[in-house]
């Protein structure tokens, strides 16, 4: 598992991806967790259920071996 980018700034509305690669032949289960300004983690995507929380998605790419997050306008909620 990689990821790409370890601290983003962004400012409000750009658009946000979040780049992360795994190298594994097998069956993957991947995840996205957030953890907001004195809160716990929290499970925010994951690569079966194929929705969108608060904006993020996150799409499972076999081909390249990706599960990168994104969004479309970041909000100063997201820090």
């Known amino acids: 598992m990689s990821q790409h980018n370890h601290h983003v700034i962004l ?3 750009a658009s946000l991806e979040l780049g992360c690669n795994y ?3 097998g069956t993957v289960n991947l995840f996205w967790y957030v953890q907001y300004s004195r ?3 929290q499970l925010l995507l994951r690569h079966i259920s194929r929705e969108s929380i608060k904006g993020f998605t996150a799409d499972l790419n076999k081909g390249e071996t990706s599960f ?3 969004k479309p306008f970041a909000q100063e909620e997201d820090s």
């Open 68 to 70: 990168h997050l994104k």
């Open 11 to 13: 400012s409000e509305a």
């Open 39 to 41: 809160q716990r983690l």
């Open 23 to 25: 190298s594994y032949g």
